[in-house]
């Protein structure tokens, strides 16, 4: 794309007034205007041509491959045009996930990289797809530019310090008296050793047997099993992007499913990454091992805002077709009335059969402010009301949710994660997994 620059049409201006007032005195030497403007266009055109180099236009945009959401980062743009010397300028489109600190382009420096910062403001897969570059001619007249498709991506991945440092604390909360973990010792069924029996433990516990052979009471060890499959399942439709407190519910799931992925990975279980909403949309298989955190976090950038219902059946068919063994799911959702949820329920109870299933539903602060505030005027008693009884109908779900055997959890938003976590390593102790 070529366009004149303002110095051209300066120069247009600046000889077009001439031209006229000596039209108006020398009528007989009007073409002196002509020649003035046919001079201007040819100068016009040996600017354009001797400009052009877009085959010698390289460009190159790098990014870290990853930010945490509300974190700052450096993109640095790398332009030239071949071996002669050109000042270029430079403009990157983006997505709304990012910010730009000081603008979104400017001119590069001698050195050829312009270095623009951004704020990463909301989570999920951010990318620069476009990248606008001009120079001029050597007369300055016009402005050369081109429109380079680029495809870089970086993570914006949800802020897991936080998470961390709740991990760390309620593990610390399951180690023994004298600050030595219990990575082995539980009441699952794996049977891990002998020792003397104590007041207190259970008589289920003594081997009476083996306390016969020696003569005293032993009481059988445990320990709590491992290999388990853990499944995230989280709802990112509709009603799982509405805000709590300022921040979308699915971004909540996202950060309560990450604190639990972190202590299943350092317990010894497998855990996978499901997402969906009218469709299934990331499918992560599962992974062993701390160091896999990092990329259940990458995986769980890539869930995105819905503004499409939630297809409960298509989803839940899909993933119990994936599942070859009992698992742990852990369904994070919502749901406004029995109506609607219908068709989830129906597919829990055969999802119940085989697999011990979990819901995590956050409470609907805002219903219940509703529900308990006083009423000022009539409005007010009507708001009320609709708000009680939207939570009766809320409440009726989750007890056909624990009839049909399914565990749910409704928790503060803030205590999301956990209280997730907390149920976890009790569903773990007691042997349900």
Same mark, same amino acid.
């Given at each position: ?10 120069a ?6 001439? $031209?006229?007032?000596? $039209? ?7 073409y002196?205007?002509l020649l003035?403007?046919c ?24 990014a ?50 312009? /270095?623009?910062?951004?704020d ?18 050597p ?12 495809? *870089? ?11 961390r /440092? ?15 973990a219990?990575?082995?010792?539980g009441?699952g ?10 007041p ?15 003569g005293?009471?032993? $009481? ?9 499959n853990?499944?995230?399942?989280? /709802? ?5 992007c ?8 699915v ?9 639990s ?5 350092k317990?010894?279980?497998l ?10 949309r ?9 160091p896999?955190?990092?990329m259940?976090?990458k995986?769980?950038a ?5 503004t499409?219902?939630?297809?409960f ?6 993933l ?5 063994r ?9 749901f406004?009335d029995?109506?609607s949820?219908?068709l ?26 509703l529900a /308990?505030?006083?009423?000022?005027a ?11 009884d ?10 056909r949710l624990?009839?049909?055997? $399914?565990?749910?959890i409704?928790?503060?938003h ?8 907390? *149920? ?8 349900l997994?």
């Amino acid at each position: 794309m070529i366009y004149p620059s303002g110095r051209a049409v300066w120069a247009a201006a600046a000889g077009a007034i001439p $031209a006229f007032l000596i $039209a108006l005195a020398l009528p007989h030497v009007w073409y002196l205007g002509l020649l003035w403007i046919c001079a201007l266009l040819a100068f016009l055109a040996v600017d354009a041509a001797a400009g052009r180099g877009r085959a010698s236009l390289n460009a190159t945009l790098t990014a870290p491959p990853q930010v945490g959401v509300g974190g700052r980062f450096t993109l640095h743009i790398a332009a030239g045009l071949g071996a002669r010397p050109h000042r270029l300028q430079a403009r990157v489109g983006h997505d709304l996930r990012l910010a730009p600190v000081n603008g979104t382009g400017g001119a590069l420096p001698a050195n050829g990289t312009l /270095d623009l910062e951004f704020d990463a403001v909301r989570r999920g897969i951010a990318s620069f797809d476009r990248l606008w570059l001009r120079w001029q001619g050597p007369f300055g007249l016009v402005w050369n530019q081109v429109v380079l498709p680029m495809d *870089r991506k970086v993570a914006v991945l949800p802020d897991v310090s936080r998470a961390r /440092d709740e991990a760390i604390t309620l593990l610390q909360r399951s180690a023994l008296a004298d600050g030595h973990a219990q990575k082995r010792a539980g009441q699952g069924r794996e049977f891990e050793a002998l020792k003397d029996y104590q007041p207190g433990m259970g008589r289920r516990m003594i081997d009476w047997k083996r306390s016969a052979r020696h003569g005293k009471l032993l $009481a059988r060890e445990f320990r709590i099993e491992e290999n388990n499959n853990i499944v995230l399942a989280i /709802d990112s439709g509709r009603l799982m992007c509405e805000p709590v407190d300022g921040v979308p519910k699915v971004d909540r799931a996202v950060t309560a499913a990450l604190l639990s992925a972190f202590i299943a990975l350092k317990g010894g279980d497998l855990v996978s990454l499901f997402s969906f909403d009218a469709r299934p949309r990331v499918s992560s298989g599962a992974v062993r091992g701390s160091p896999s955190f990092s990329m259940i976090q990458k995986r769980a950038a890539e869930i995105d805002y819905s503004t499409e219902e939630t297809n409960f059946t298509l989803a839940l068919t899909t993933l119990a077709a994936k599942l070859d063994r009992r698992s742990l799911v852990i369904v994070f959702t919502d749901f406004v009335d029995p109506i609607s949820a219908e068709l989830m329920l129906r597919t829990v109870g055969r999802l119940t059969e085989r697999h011990l299933v979990l819901f995590m539903l956050m409470k609907d602060v805002e219903l219940e402010t509703l529900a /308990d505030m006083a009423p000022a005027a009539p409005e007010d008693v009507a708001r009320a009301v609709t708000a009680g009884d939207l939570l009766r109908q809320r409440q009726v779900v989750i007890g056909r949710l624990r009839l049909l055997g $399914a565990h749910v959890i409704e928790a503060d938003h803030q205590r999301l994660g956990p209280a997730l976590v907390e *149920r976890y390593i009790q569903l773990k102790e007691e042997n349900l997994l």
